[in-house]
């Protein structure tokens, strides 16, 4: 089956702009995590969503958002881009009981 | 929170070599995942361990888990230039948060 995915793989922007990144998870998925990493303070949860609810959340300022759609589908929106915001920004799914997450390959956002 | 501290942070070692990375929790473990990340990729799963004194392996690759000391081990028996890439563990908290350990990164010379 289709793993994880990630859109798009790579994207520029410019400080002050927003972006919104996607993740289709698995088939049958309906929890979404969002992470990001950075090589300062490494892997860093952003927040979770499960049925289109947001289940949980890290700590991040209020810039960083994210909604998931009926079809699991998860979006993550990071407004008024700063520079420290470069990072890849992982997905990961999971079914209802956490059994094991799988991740997608990221998405490199470079802010300049 | 919890924290996953991560032994050694980096390794070097001679292809056909084993070795050994720890990972330690500051509180208790409700599972423990392993996963390995290549420079700028995906994070790829390697194994979850939920049970105390549970071990588990695949291929070359051996992770067990002693809820006791909070602490899983993944040992690598006569490592190969695939292997080589960013080790990292997982867990969850009651809290229903994901928390990654600092990492291992490791190099294996062939």
């Known amino acids: 089956k289709a793993g994880v995915t990630q859109t798009p793989r790579y994207l520029i922007k410019t400080r002050g702009q927003q972006v919104t990144l996607s993740c289709s998870p698995i088939?049958?998925?309906?929890?979404v995590s969002w992470y990001q990493q950075t090589p300062g303070q490494g892997l860093q949860f952003l927040f979770e969503y499960f049925s289109e609810t947001q289940r949980n959340k890290g700590n991040f300022p209020g810039r960083f958002s994210g909604r998931q759609f009926s079809n699991s589908r998860s979006e993550m929106n990071v407004s008024t881009l700063e520079l420290g915001d470069s990072a890849l920004y992982l997905c990961?799914?999971?079914?209802?009981?956490?059994?094991?997450?799988?991740f997608g390959s990221g998405t490199r956002l470079t802010v300049v | 929170s919890q924290e996953l501290e991560q032994s050694p942070q980096s390794l070097i070692v001679q292809e056909g070599k084993n070795l050994t990375i720890n990972c330690t929790s500051s509180k208790t473990l409700y599972g423990l995942y392993w996963y390995k990340q290549k420079y700028g990729e995906g994070l790829i799963f390697l194994m979850m361990?939920?049970?105390?004194?549970e071990e588990k392996s695949h291929e070359k690759i051996t992770a067990k888990l002693d809820e006791k000391k909070q602490q899983s081990s993944l040992h690598i028996t006569a490592s190969q230039p695939s292997h080589a890439g960013i080790y990292l563990c997982g867990a969850g908290n009651t809290g229903n948060q994901f928390y990654f350990g600092t990492g291992t990164s490791l190099t294996v010379i062939p």
């Open positions: 361990l939920q049970k105390g004194g």
């Open positions: 088939s049958g998925h309906r929890s």
């Open positions: 990961a799914s999971s079914s209802q009981d956490r059994a094991g997450y799988t």
